[in-house]
């Protein structure tokens, strides 16, 4: 058996990888998956016995820019024929000196195409209501109150312009369009009217774009091209009330020239998953730009409300949070981890989140409203009507989004929350009494669900030492859901009508009524 094993793996086309596990090794889970194709070597492997096995190889899987491919690489595998890189971007390859040895390069722009366009919402959305400042402030041990004037804006009907209209770019169009957003777009070829009329939007030219957008999102490749493309004339032509948003490569920004327009109000915010390089080097101006102080790691840990890891992966970093790191964090603190899996001792992540219950969901869309909406609306948003005990049992993410009154009052409960799956996350956005929070306590404790993200409490703030705040599987933000320029001055006017028709003796717009 082991023998026929053995001739399988042999007749396999082999396939050179950085490695498996550990620092800078793919996933193992990820590695069985191209041992199902390929006879797998790493570079450890082909390092040790460079001249037959550089004979062996044909092709090279390139994730997170690893293994490095330069001429000495390409010069010590004779049979090679195609490397093929994990993701988009290819600016990390010399494609002209792959090409003159005779190699193809591959790339997935299919894969990645939904996770970098959610990311990109995820940004804008971020930014625009403030939800990083607003969740420090909402267990911050110094909040006493949540100050009326802390507002944000609306994305809902502001204006989107996308420079770069690939695959990525359309997929954050076809999200767009659900926050009912003028989509403004600039690409090298215009897409067909088919296209454009599907997800709503405009071609633009990008001086036209970048003068008339509320928030400017780059879906470009970096290429010669594209270095530089937002620069300080780009910078001068947006909004003062602009937000730029970079899901693209670093380099495709002018960073010097970003920091001049931030620090002079010329756009008022950027929302940034890429810089050049990565991650950026410190500065005694960086830090007044910021507002930020340098810290010894054990300090930093103690006095902080959420760590955020953005760090490389690399020997050093390996491990860099173990069970003394979060030994010494606050037992209010949230650990943020946006680089390598690596980075955190797992085993002692897991011990110190014990009263984690859930991690995170995704939702194929339910619809928890009493009644059902007409066939019309459902089928205009792709939602099923379904009774609450079947949505909450199905549902990976559970959003409330009802009025407060007696009958949802402590709508969801020690029982609601039993029939959730272990690792689905409650939402609320509603009001807070909505929840049984005694309830919600126990569940997160219990590990009967996973997490969750509450822009509302009960009462508001909760006081200092509620369980709540001690949890790290809870996001909480200060009542922020209608804290934008918009919506306040919208319910103004709206208040201002309602009162003018009972002063004038007219029907009352929105009157409301006792239970």
């Given at each position: 058996m082991?023998?026929?094993?053995?001739?399988?793996?042999?007749?396999?086309?082999?396939?050179?990888i950085?490695?498996?596990?550990?620092?800078?090794?793919?996933?193992?889970?990820?590695?069985?998956?191209?041992?199902?194709?390929?006879?797998?070597?790493?570079?450890?492997e082909?390092?040790?016995?460079?001249?037959?096995?550089?004979?062996?190889?044909?092709?090279?899987?390139?994730?997170?820019?690893?293994?490095?491919?330069?001429?000495?690489?390409?010069?010590?595998?004779?049979?090679l024929?195609?490397?093929?890189?994990?993701?988009?971007?290819?600016?990390?390859?010399?494609?002209?000196?792959?090409?003159?040895?005779?190699?193809?390069?591959?790339?997935?722009p299919?894969?990645?195409?939904?996770?970098?366009?959610?990311?990109?919402?995820?940004?804008?959305?971020?930014?625009?209501?403030?939800?990083?400042?607003?969740?420090?402030?909402?267990?911050?041990?110094?909040?006493?109150?949540?100050?009326?004037?802390?507002?944000?804006?609306?994305?809902?009907?502001?204006?989107?312009?996308?420079?770069?209209?690939?695959?990525?770019?359309?997929?954050?169009?076809?999200r767009?369009?659900?926050?009912?957003?003028?989509?403004?777009?600039?690409?090298?070829?215009?897409?067909?009217?088919?296209?454009?009329?599907?997800?709503?939007?405009?071609?633009?030219?990008?001086?036209?774009?970048?003068?008339?957008?509320?928030?400017?999102?780059?879906?470009?490749?970096?290429?010669?091209?594209?270095?530089k493309?937002?620069?300080?004339?780009?910078?001068?032509?947006?909004?003062?009330?602009?937000?730029?948003?970079?899901?693209?490569?670093?380099?495709?920004?002018?960073?010097?020239?970003l920091?001049?327009?931030?620090q002079?109000?010329?756009?008022?915010?950027?929302?940034?998953?890429?810089?050049?390089?990565?991650?950026?080097?410190?500065?005694?101006?960086?830090?007044?730009?910021?507002?930020?102080?340098?810290?010894?790691?054990?300090?930093?840990?103690?006095?902080?409300?959420?760590?955020?890891?953005?760090?490389?992966?690399?020997?050093?970093t390996e491990?860099?949070?173990?069970?003394?790191?979060?030994?010494?964090?606050?037992?209010?603190?949230?650990?943020?981890?946006?680089?390598?899996?690596?980075?955190?001792?797992?085993?002692?992540?897991?011990?110190?989140?014990?009263?984690?219950?859930?991690?995170?969901?995704?939702?194929?869309?339910?619809?928890?409203?009493?009644?059902?909406?007409?066939?019309?609306?459902?089928?205009?948003?792709?939602?099923?009507?379904?009774?609450?005990?079947?949505?909450?049992?199905?549902?990976?993410?559970?959003?409330?989004?009802?009025?407060?009154?007696?009958?949802?009052?402590?709508?969801?409960?020690?029982?609601?929350?039993?029939?959730?799956?272990?690792t689905?996350?409650?939402?609320?956005?509603?009001?807070?009494?909505?929840?049984?929070?005694?309830?919600?306590?126990?569940?997160?404790?219990?590990?009967?669900?996973?997490?969750?993200?509450?822009?509302?409490?009960?009462?508001?703030?909760?006081?200092?030492?509620?369980?709540?705040?001690?949890?790290?599987?809870?996001?909480?933000?200060?009542?922020?859901?209608?804290?934008?320029?918009?919506?306040?001055?919208?319910?103004?006017?709206?208040?201002?009508?309602?009162?003018?028709?009972?002063?004038?003796?007219?029907?009352?717009?929105?009157?409301?009524?006792?239970?």
């Open positions: 082991r023998t026929a094993q053995v001739m399988a793996e042999q007749d396999l086309p082999g396939l050179l950085m490695g498996i596990g550990g620092t800078h090794g793919v996933q193992e889970s990820l590695a069985a998956l191209l041992k199902k194709h390929f006879s797998v070597i790493t570079m450890k082909l390092l040790e016995n460079k001249k037959e096995v550089g004979k062996k190889i044909q092709c090279i899987f390139v994730s997170e820019f690893r293994p490095t491919i330069d001429q000495e690489l390409l010069e010590s595998l004779p049979n024929k195609v490397i093929g890189n994990s993701g988009v971007g290819v600016d990390h390859l010399n494609l002209k000196m792959i090409s003159n040895f005779g190699v193809r390069v591959t790339n997935t299919h894969a990645v195409a939904d996770s970098t366009a959610d990311m990109g919402m995820a940004l804008m959305l971020a930014s625009a209501r403030r939800l990083v400042e607003g969740s420090q402030i909402a267990v911050s041990p110094d909040t006493n109150y949540f100050a009326a004037d802390w507002l944000g804006v609306e994305v809902t009907r502001a204006t989107l312009g996308i420079i770069g209209m690939g695959r990525i770019g359309y997929k954050v169009a076809q767009a369009r659900a926050f009912e957003m003028k989509i403004l777009y600039h690409n090298r070829n215009r897409r067909s009217q088919e296209e454009e009329q599907a997800v709503g939007a405009c071609y633009s030219e990008m001086e036209d774009l970048l003068q008339q957008s509320d928030f400017v999102m780059l879906v470009v490749n970096l290429t010669p091209q594209t270095e493309l937002i620069g300080k004339k780009e910078l001068g032509l947006m909004k003062p009330t602009a937000t730029l948003i970079n899901i693209s490569r670093g380099a495709v920004i002018d960073q010097d020239a920091v001049e327009a931030l002079n109000k010329t756009i008022k915010a950027a929302a940034l998953d890429v810089t050049y390089p990565e991650p950026l080097p410190r500065s005694q101006e960086e830090e007044q730009a910021v507002g930020a102080c340098y810290s010894e790691m054990e300090d930093l840990l103690q006095q902080s409300d959420f760590v955020m890891l953005v760090v490389n992966l690399a020997p050093q491990k860099l949070i173990g069970k003394k790191e979060l030994g010494l964090m606050k037992p209010t603190a949230t650990l943020i981890n946006i680089s390598r899996g690596a980075v955190i001792d797992q085993d002692a992540l897991v011990e110190a989140l014990q009263n984690k219950t859930i991690k995170a969901a995704a939702l194929d869309v339910t619809y928890p409203e009493p009644l059902p909406r007409s066939q019309e609306e459902e089928q205009a948003v792709g939602a099923c009507y379904s009774e609450m005990e079947d949505l909450l049992q199905q549902s990976d993410f559970v959003m409330l989004v009802v009025n407060l009154a007696p009958q949802t009052e402590k709508l969801i409960g020690k029982k609601e929350l039993g029939l959730m799956k272990p689905a996350t409650l939402i609320n956005i509603s009001r807070g009494a909505v929840i049984d929070q005694d309830a919600l306590v126990e569940a997160l404790q219990n590990k009967t669900i996973k997490a969750a993200a509450l822009d509302v409490t009960y009462p508001e703030p909760l006081p200092r030492n509620h369980p709540l705040l001690k949890l790290n599987n809870v996001i909480i933000t200060p009542h922020i859901g209608t804290a934008t320029v918009q919506a306040t001055h919208m319910m103004a006017e709206e208040a201002i009508a309602n009162m003018l028709s009972v002063l004038n003796c007219q029907p009352i717009p929105s009157e409301v009524f006792p239970q």
